[in-house]
């Protein structure tokens, strides 16, 4: 079932706006979620590479940024430089797309500068990286905080925007722990309730956070070549008993979408079928991760957005066993991109070759250039 809106659009807009001439192409197929699960980067093998060639480069903001007169870029220095042998060696062209997690992971100079909050980790204990989390947050809702940055945005412009094999930067600033920036792990029990409270203490409010998110958006201007993604999820709001709803995320998506064209990618992270764990949020029409879903797609037609997806963990997707009906979901959603729940060793246990270039034909379908 398509939502009327979206019927109405197909009509009214018979061709997608034209892409800013000097545009990178947009990250398409089939992706490896984080740069650290590649197994043998010396002796990669072309097999899997040859259909797995989207990249996520996901840093913690403390390691880029050691100081406050000092960036360390080598990482992104380095994964070019590999994409850049892959082409001359063996004739594949590799792209990348940047994932800062700030937040719990923001260096404690900055921190110590725009002012800090504790924040409860528990629930996350199982998730990769936590044990290098700080117990603090930076007040990501501050105009110093942004401040800060947008200097990090433009220092990475600066050296990058021209740089081919970097397709796509995300939208983090906001982010406390997971690099999605409107996932704040709050709620009305337990562990998710202490963190609401924390917040709240600290001076966050639905409206601050709110404009944060905006500046961020515009903080990408300093991109000019560069697609700019998002993880488009539910607005939680900090509130306190706390509530999440879409309206307030439909219009950040319009925003962006809008603003950035065929350069915006709109997506999230947490791709599965109705049949996982959470999966009554994507149970078609009333679901609210389908509902999310419907309105990327009413993005791609008004404006010429992306779509992407990240599938969910291991554990909330179902396990591997549900990994074909997962990326046959993100076919019928229309992504271009969908990003794989695990390391290259655990995706070649589960998808043979044939498999991966078979779906990394599909989901290219779904995201003409």
């Known amino acids: 079932m398509i939502p009327r809106q979206i019927i109405e659009l197909r009509i009214g ?17 089939l992706c490896l979620r984080q740069h650290e699960w590649m197994q043998n980067m010396d002796n990669p093998d072309l097999n899997f590479y ?20 000092r960036f360390e870029f080598g ?22 797309k940047i994932r800062i997690v700030p937040g719990a992971f923001a260096p404690d100079w900055l921190m ?15 998730t990769p990286g936590f044990e290098h989390a700080s117990d603090y947050c930076p007040m990501f809702w501050t105009s110093m905080y942004l401040d800060y940055w947008e200097q990090l945005m433009q220092a990475i412009s600066a050296e990058f925007d021209d740089e081919p094999l970097l397709s796509e930067v995300t939208v983090t600033a906001t982010a406390p722990g997971t ?13 998710s309730q202490t963190r609401l409270r924390q917040y709240i203490t600290a001076g966050a409010t639905s409206e601050n956070i709110l404009a944060a998110i905006y500046r961020s958006i515009d903080i990408m ?19 306190d008993p706390t509530f999440h709803e879409n309206e307030t995320s439909y219009e950040i998506g319009n925003y962006m979408a809008e603003k950035y064209r065929s350069r915006c990618v709109l997506g999230n992270n947490g791709l599965r079928v109705p049949e996982s764990e959470n999966g009554q949020h994507w149970i078609p029409v009333t679901g609210r ?19 992407y997806n990240q599938t ?58």
Not at 116 to 125: D, I, N, S
Not at 230 to 237: A, C, F, K, N
Request: charged share 15%; aromatic share 10%.
């Open 312 to 369: 969910a963990s291991e554990n909330q997707m179902g396990g591997y066993e549900n990994l074909i009906p997962t990326l046959n979901a993100g076919l019928g959603y229309l992504d271009g991109l969908v990003e794989l729940p695990g390391s290259e060793g655990n995706i070649k246990q589960t998808l043979s070759p044939a498999t991966l270039a078979l779906y990394n034909h599909l989901y290219r379908k779904n995201e003409p250039n």
């Open 179 to 191: 690099g999605e920036p409107m996932i704040f792990g709050i709620g009305n029990s337990g562990d």
């Open 13 to 29: 807009c018979p061709e997608e706006p034209t892409p800013p001439s000097n545009a990178k192409p947009p990250l398409q197929g």
């Open 112 to 126: 110590t500068a725009v002012g800090k909050f504790p924040l409860e980790k528990g629930g996350y204990e199982t």
């Open 221 to 239: 201007d300093c991109f000019a070549r560069t697609n700019i993604g998002i993880p488009l999820t539910e607005y939680q709001h900090m509130v």
């Open 289 to 307: 991760m389908w509902q999310l879903q419907m309105h990327y797609i009413y993005m791609k037609l008004k404006y010429g957005s992306r779509i």
């Open 75 to 96: 990482i992104f220095r380095d994964m070019f430089a590999w994409g850049r042998k892959m082409q001359a060696q063996h004739g594949i062209i590799p792209h990348f």
């Open 50 to 69: 040859r259909h797995v060639n989207s990249i996520v480069i996901r840093v913690y903001m403390k390691h880029i940024w050691v100081a406050e007169n």
